[in-house]
C-alpha cells in the first residue's frame, strides 16, 4: 500500500466564511473530550490514545457540504466502491490541545479534514506507529518519533485520509484552531 492510497490532498471551493460562522455560533454547544491514555485498541482493533479537545456536531452549513462537495469530491479520490456520509463535526482546540496517535472509529473509512483557521498539520505515520503502543501517547507528546511525516493543511483546504487505516495524529495546537472532520462508509 502506498501513501496515496492513503491521503489525497486537494484545493477546493468552499465557503469558508459560512463554515467559520456557524463553527462558532456552534461553539457554546461544544463538549469537552478529554480522555487519558486507556485503550490502545477499540473493538475494531483500531489504534486509540489520548486526546484534548472541544467538538460539537454541526449544522445545516456542514451537512450540506458534507453531502454535496465532500461527498463529490471524496468518491473522486477513491477506487473502491461508493462512500457515503456519516458524520461531520467541528473540532475546536484551545492552545495545548491535541489529538494523539490514532485510527478513526468504525463510521470513518474515509476522513475529509479542512482546517478553517490559521494553517494546521497532520501528523502521518504511513508504517505504523513504532514501539510499543501503551506508551506511544507519551512518546508522541515527546518529540517526533522515526517514520513521523507532516502533512501540512492551509486554511481551507482538503485533506482526505484513509482516517480506518493510516495512523495520525494532531500535535499540540499553539493557537487556538478548528478542523471540520467529515467521515465517509462505503455501503
Ligand atoms: O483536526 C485534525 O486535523 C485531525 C482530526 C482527527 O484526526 C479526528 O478527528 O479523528
Ligand atoms: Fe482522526
Not at 496515496?4 to 462558532?24: F, V
Not at 472532520?181 to 455501503?187: K, P, Q, R, Y
Request: hydrophobic share 35%; proline share 5%; with cysteine.
Amino acid at each position: 500500500m502506498t501513501l496515496s492510497e492513503y491521503l489525497s490532498t486537494r484545493t477546493i471551493e468552499i465557503d469558508l466564511a459560512s463554515l467559520l460562522a456557524e463553527a462558532d455560533s456552534y461553539y457554546p454547544r461544544a463538549t469537552r473530550t478529554e480522555t487519558e491514555k486507556g485503550n490502545t485498541r477499540d473493538a475494531y482493533g483500531r489504534l486509540r490514545s489520548g486526546r484534548a479537545h472541544w467538538i460539537s456536531t454541526g449544522g445545516p452549513v456542514l451537512a450540506e457540504i458534507h453531502e454535496g462537495l465532500m461527498c463529490r469530491t471524496v468518491n473522486e479520490t477513491t477506487v473502491a466502491g461508493e462512500l457515503f456520509p456519516t458524520r461531520s463535526v467541528y473540532i475546536y482546540y484551545e492552545p495545548g490541545d491535541y489529538i494523539g496517535p490514532h485510527q478513526d472509529v468504525q463510521q470513518c473509512e474515509r476522513t475529509a479534514l479542512v482546517s478553517l483557521t490559521e494553517e494546521s498539520s497532520l501528523q502521518i505515520y504511513p508504517a505504523g506507529y513504532p514501539g510499543d503502543e501503551a506508551s506511544a501517547l507519551d512518546r508522541f507528546l515527546a518529540g517526533p518519533v522515526t517514520g513521523e511525516q507532516c502533512v501540512e493543511m492551509p486554511k481551507g483546504s482538503l485533506v482526505v485520509i484513509d482516517g480506518g487505516r493510516l495512523i495520525h495524529a494532531k500535535r499540540p495546537s499553539t493557537k487556538r484552531c478548528i478542523t471540520a472532520a467529515f467521515c465517509f462508509l462505503s455501503a
